[in-house]
């Protein structure tokens, strides 16, 4: 195609643009056209045709005569999709009835067998003449006991089901016996009815599949995208413990719009991802089959649809999609089916020739025909998914005749003693692949090699030469299984491992204490990549570590310091850890034995420094990565005029008081990994501040609250910072009022909206004159009610500041009111914005073809020029900025009426303040003479183009001084 995808970074969005449409550029040159990156859904149309279910139907095979049952959290029977596709239907749950709170089983129950009312036949399931018989087994939080999933089997069973769909799984990775596998063994055994179960989503580590879907005879599903790579989600194989190959197969799993739960019109498909997802595709598979071949039993439609699965192009290995991806049509036509999965036996270390055997591969042919088929072996791979080409498994023969209607067994020669490397030794997967003229098989072979394992000691010695102790811990990562664990040392000897030969990321974080047990320093000791082929002992001596200081440009003392470390392997994995150290420690060592050879590694001291000169404080948030080696003294001494500089203003909420001050940072390349550097700083208020950062692409989170532990916590915008950067900040300016919250980008987020016959409202209660700090409110000093009115007529409430309601379809005039009250005894610092009430007055109807509306909501903003304790002089002609914001969902019209009323006893009565509009800016004049002392409670009003208004009344808004 002659093309190329791209990425521009937000930073630096234009510096692309910009380039790209200079012709002038080395970069536009040769540039003809340039589209945005379209984003993809993957709707039932879509994913039917990729199974290739669209054929089948043309055959006439579309699940007719045929039942499945789907064992889920219920489903929405009068949904369009599903009225009068379902036969029967009970409840398992402590729900009251088979309605679906959740959404989960109706769109499972859609994906197999839905009719596509909704979208005029477009979105229908994979096998929509079926009927649908409805378990309810998980209740309307999404959970089920293993006893009302049981329930839900035996009942399926009962109603001669010809398949059940399972969504579901338990995550916890267990060897198969507990009583829902046990269960699902017995009721499988049946001939009549075949399982379909979920491997489940927790991916992308082997030995991942969920219990039910271990069990040997159940078909057990895996999730692939749209274009047939494995989902990252998808739980891979072999079942941990028994080594049993799963999943056999895979199924569409990424995005997929099915029936919504309660939803109509434009709302009426919803998209969800999971082999949840992929799972129902197969269930409908199965009964397309089961139409088309009725004396088949549950093994055998099980061995054509693995038989018949797709396995070129991008599907992964046996390991991850087992015979490969679905092929709805290619199932109903198989003609030689063999095994859904050839396990070829364990075999423990030390293997040797007595090991070596010959495993029978059944080929049946189903047809009227003698078939001949060619035989070769694809895609053997160990267990780290890398090739093997020694031979370890090997067909003795290159073709194979099967009569009609009869049985040939091809010999697998299994040699467990073929070379391994170390990473491999685990499950070793592969697919016999059989063609000839018309026909297509897929076998899906596993054995499991037991690996060597050795003994790795580890000791952690503090620097007085002690067994390390307190909170001194070992993380221990094998980079080739994916599988680790962190332990705390508490004063052992030794830390002793068994463990398989490979390669392994080490890392120890070591407490030291004095004669009299107070902390005295902390190190970190690490070998990022660190080869274990035999027995060894690693020491990770504290005293053999290299000190780390700071030495900053003004005086300062080191607050808080924080070690931390990161390790990603193979564009999947990472591990991390941190410890925070207080001011009582000052002194820190570390040591970093190498690098990362796969993947990246990198450890960073950060610190946060405080000092004051001339009575003007300052901080210092320092953060110093390193890829390692680490071994020697480190003195980290970044200059002022390098670091960026930011003046910080931070006002009070009405007394002096010492605030929590949190500083967190997020590393580059790490999307939510947050490491702490400061979380219970302390801040002085009022006053000012000058804070330094080191710069680059890491990300400074910083947040603050007047008290602790219930006080609100304002939340600030990621910021990066350039070298010489020099910038300011306010927070706690008042008034404090309520506002659409903003994202890290500090774009306003949505905040009202209406879906069909609902209204949902969530604002942030609490946002300061800034514009960039704020909060969802304190856990329990905040409390908070809404009123709805509609034409005049209180229709709903809700006890919390938030909530989703439901409203008639018609045009009509809304008033919805916030009432905000802060407890006082949860927060004696907060003396200002002590209570407020928000109207916002708008219109809203049904839009059938809209799917969410954004809802025409105005927030007040106020440009009031109060000091560091939020007041005003007791004098006239002040003035005081007035403006309105929106949120993600609407844009307010320009303001045709703003007013701005005061009040100095609590609202009994109010003067008008003169308000008069420039250039488009509404100002309104203070006049607070002979008014000192006095507490100001506000109420302001906007309207804007629209018909948009609101009224806010805000208790204490600021004090006279």
Same mark, same amino acid.
């Given at each position: 195609m002659d093309g190329v995808a791209l990425k521009a970074g937000k930073d630096t969005a234009a510096a692309f643009w910009q380039d790209v449409t200079n012709t002038r550029s080395r970069s536009a040159s040769t540039l003809k056209k340039l589209w945005l990156d379209g984003k993809v859904e993957a709707t039932l149309d879509r994913s039917t045709a990729q199974v290739h279910a669209p054929e089948a139907w043309a055959a006439g095979y579309d699940g007719k005569g045929t039942k499945v049952a789907v064992l889920d959290t219920g489903v929405d029977a009068e949904h369009p999709d599903l009225v009068s596709r379902v036969a029967a239907s009970k409840n398992f749950t402590d729900s009251k009835t088979t309605d679906d709170r959740v959404g989960h089983g109706t769109h499972t129950a859609s994906t197999v067998g839905g009719s596509g009312a909704a979208s005029d036949g477009r979105k229908k399931g994979v096998a929509p003449g079926t009927s649908l018989l409805i378990g309810k087994v998980l209740n309307d939080q999404g959970y089920g006991l293993d006893s009302w999933i049981i329930a839900g089997m035996q009942w399926a069973v009962d109603q001669q089901a010809d398949v059940v769909s399972m969504s579901l799984g338990n995550p916890r990775i267990g060897d198969c016996t507990d009583p829902m596998a046990q269960a699902t063994k017995q009721l499988s055994q049946n001939t009549h009815t075949l399982f379909v179960v979920a491997a489940g989503n927790a991916g992308s580590g082997a030995e991942t599949v969920s219990s039910p879907g271990c069990v040997p005879s159940v078909l057990t599903v895996g999730a692939v995208d749209r274009d047939d790579t494995t989902a990252w989600f998808s739980s891979r194989g072999p079942v941990a413990v028994t080594h049993t190959l799963k999943p056999e197969i895979a199924a569409p799993g990424v995005d997929i719009s099915a029936a919504s739960a309660g939803g109509r019109g434009v709302y009426a498909y919803r998209s969800m991802s999971g082999t949840s997802m992929a799972t129902p595709h197969v269930a409908g598979a199965a009964s397309v089959v089961r139409q088309a071949h009725p004396d088949w039993t549950a093994q055998q439609i099980k061995a054509a649809l693995v038989s018949s699965a797709r396995s070129g192009g991008k599907v992964a290995g046996a390991d991850q999609t087992g015979g490969g991806v679905l092929d709805v049509f290619g199932g109903v036509n198989q003609k030689v089916l063999s095994a859904p999965a050839v396990q070829a036996g364990s075999y423990n270390w030390p293997q040797d020739s007595s090991d070596r055997t010959t495993v029978q591969v059944p080929f049946t042919n189903t047809s009227g025909s003698d078939l001949t088929l060619s035989l070769k072996l694809s895609g053997v791979h160990g267990n780290d998914g890398s090739d093997v080409n020694s031979g370890i498994m090997k067909?003795?023969?290159?073709? +194979?005749?099967?009569?009609?209607?009869?049985?040939?067994?091809?010999?697998?020669?299994?040699?467990?003693?073929?070379?391994?490397?170390?990473?491999?030794?685990?499950?070793?997967?592969?697919?016999?692949?059989?063609?000839?003229?018309?026909?297509? =098989?897929?076998?899906?072979?596993?054995?499991?090699?037991?690996?060597?394992?050795?003994?790795?000691?580890?000791?952690?010695?503090?620097?007085?030469?002690?067994?390390?102790?307190?909170?001194?811990?070992?993380?221990?990562?094998?980079?080739?299984?994916?599988?680790?664990?962190?332990?705390?040392?508490? #004063?052992?000897?030794?830390?002793?491992?068994?463990?398989?030969?490979?390669?392994?990321?080490?890392?120890?974080?070591?407490?030291?204490?004095?004669?009299?047990?107070?902390? @005295?320093?902390?190190?970190?000791? *690490?070998?990022?990549?660190?080869? !274990?082929?035999?027995?060894?002992?690693? =020491?990770?001596?504290?005293?053999?570590?290299?000190?780390?200081?700071?030495?900053?440009?003004?005086?300062?003392?080191?607050?808080?310091?924080?070690?931390?470390?990161?390790?990603?392997?193979?564009?999947?994995?990472?591990?991390?850890?941190?410890?925070?150290? $207080?001011? *009582?420690?000052?002194?820190?060592?570390?040591?970093?034995? #190498?690098?990362?050879?796969?993947?990246?590694? @990198?450890?960073?001291?950060?610190?946060?420094?405080?000092?004051?000169?001339?009575?003007?404080?300052?901080?210092?948030?320092?953060?110093?990565?390193?890829?390692?080696?680490?071994?020697?003294?480190?003195?980290?001494?970044?200059?002022?005029?390098?670091?960026?500089?930011?003046?910080?203003?931070?006002?009070?909420?009405?007394?002096?008081?010492?605030? !929590?001050?949190?500083?967190?940072?997020?590393?580059?390349?790490?999307?939510?990994?947050?490491?702490?550097? %400061?979380?219970?700083?302390?801040?002085? =208020?009022?006053?000012?501040?000058?804070?330094?950062?080191?710069?680059?692409?890491?990300?400074?989170?910083?947040?603050?609250?007047?008290?602790?532990?219930?006080?609100?916590?304002?939340?600030?915008?990621?910021?990066?910072?350039?070298?010489?950067?020099?910038?300011?900040?306010?927070?706690?300016?008042?008034?404090?009022?309520?506002? *659409?919250?903003?994202?890290?980008?500090?774009?306003?987020?949505?905040?009202? @909206?209406?879906?069909?016959?609902?209204?949902?409202?969530?604002?942030?209660?609490?946002?300061? $004159?800034?514009?960039?700090?704020?909060?969802?409110?304190? %856990?329990?000093?905040?409390?908070?009610?809404?009123?709805?009115?509609?034409?005049?007529?209180?229709?709903?409430?809700?006890?919390?500041?938030?909530?989703?309601?439901?409203?008639?379809?018609?045009?009509?005039?809304?008033?919805?009111?916030?009432?905000?009250?802060?407890?006082?005894?949860?927060?004696?610092?907060?003396?200002?914005?002590?209570?407020?009430?928000?109207?916002?007055?708008?219109?809203?109807?049904?839009?059938?073809?809209?799917?969410?509306?954004?809802?025409?909501?105005?927030?007040?903003?106020?440009?009031?020029?109060?000091?560091? /304790?939020? &007041?005003?002089?007791?004098?006239?002609?002040?003035?005081?900025?007035?403006?309105?914001?929106?949120?993600?969902?609407? /844009?307010? #019209?320009?303001?045709?009426?703003?007013?701005?009323?005061?009040?100095?006893?609590?609202? /009994? &009565?109010?003067?008008?303040?003169?308000?008069?509009?420039?250039? #488009?800016?509404? &100002?309104?004049?203070?006049?607070?003479?002979?008014?000192?002392?006095?507490? =100001?409670?506000?109420?302001?009003?906007?309207?804007?183009?629209?018909?948009?208004?609101? &009224?806010?009344?805000?208790?204490?808004?600021?004090? +006279?001084?």
């Open positions: 067909l003795e023969q290159g073709k +194979v005749a099967v009569p009609a209607g009869a049985t040939a067994q091809v010999p697998l020669r299994i040699d467990p003693t073929a070379h391994l490397k170390d990473a491999q030794y685990g499950a070793v997967t592969g697919r016999i692949l059989a063609t000839g003229g018309d026909v297509h =098989v897929s076998v899906p072979v596993t054995l499991y090699v037991q690996p060597e394992t050795v003994t790795l000691r580890v000791k952690a010695i503090d620097r007085n030469g002690k067994p390390a102790a307190g909170p001194s811990s070992l993380d221990l990562a094998s980079l080739d299984t994916d599988k680790g664990e962190r332990r705390s040392n508490s #004063g052992a000897t030794d830390q002793a491992y068994r463990v398989r030969p490979g390669d392994y990321a080490l890392s120890s974080f070591v407490a030291t204490y004095d004669a009299n047990n107070a902390p @005295e320093s902390v190190s970190y000791l *690490a070998h990022p990549q660190l080869r !274990i082929t035999h027995d060894t002992t690693v =020491v990770l001596d504290a005293r053999k570590a290299h000190q780390l200081s700071l030495h900053t440009d003004r005086p300062s003392k080191v607050n808080n310091t924080t070690f931390s470390y990161s390790r990603t392997w193979d564009d999947t994995w990472q591990l991390t850890g941190s410890l925070v150290s $207080g001011s *009582a420690v000052q002194k820190f060592y570390a040591d970093v034995d #190498g690098r990362a050879k796969n993947g990246t590694f @990198e450890f960073r001291p950060t610190w946060r420094a405080t000092g004051s000169e001339d009575g003007s404080p300052y901080v210092y948030n320092l953060s110093f990565p390193t890829q390692g080696p680490l071994q020697s003294d480190q003195v980290y001494q970044p200059k002022d005029s390098k670091l960026a500089q930011v003046t910080e203003t931070w006002n009070a909420m009405g007394k002096e008081a010492d605030y !929590i001050d949190a500083m967190f940072i997020r590393p580059t390349g790490s999307s939510g990994n947050y490491v702490p550097v %400061s979380p219970f700083g302390s801040v002085h =208020v009022p006053g000012t501040r000058t804070a330094y950062y080191t710069t680059g692409d890491d990300a400074w989170y910083h947040g603050a609250m007047t008290s602790f532990p219930f006080a609100a916590f304002m939340n600030d915008q990621e910021r990066t910072y350039r070298t010489g950067q020099r910038s300011a900040e306010e927070w706690y300016g008042g008034p404090l009022r309520p506002a *659409a919250p903003r994202d890290a980008d500090r774009k306003l987020m949505l905040t009202a @909206e209406r879906q069909g016959d609902l209204i949902g409202f969530q604002n942030a209660l609490w946002l300061d $004159g800034s514009g960039d700090h704020w909060s969802y409110g304190g %856990s329990f000093g905040d409390l908070g009610n809404l009123v709805l009115k509609r034409n005049g007529e209180q229709i709903a409430t809700s006890a919390y500041p938030y909530e989703v309601f439901k409203v008639p379809a018609e045009d009509s005039a809304y008033e919805l009111t916030q009432n905000l009250s802060k407890v006082p005894t949860s927060d004696r610092n907060w003396l200002r914005s002590t209570d407020v009430t928000t109207t916002w007055s708008f219109r809203s109807h049904l839009e059938p073809d809209v799917y969410s509306r954004g809802l025409p909501i105005l927030f007040p903003a106020y440009d009031l020029p109060v000091d560091g /304790t939020n &007041t005003l002089p007791a004098q006239s002609g002040i003035k005081v900025g007035l403006s309105a914001e929106g949120h993600a969902g609407y /844009t307010p #019209g320009t303001i045709t009426a703003a007013s701005l009323s005061y009040s100095y006893d609590g609202g /009994t &009565t109010w003067t008008r303040a003169p308000t008069e509009q420039q250039d #488009g800016k509404w &100002t309104a004049v203070l006049d607070h003479t002979g008014a000192a002392g006095k507490q =100001v409670t506000t109420k302001a009003t906007f309207t804007d183009a629209n018909g948009n208004a609101v &009224t806010q009344t805000i208790t204490r808004a600021y004090d +006279v001084r």
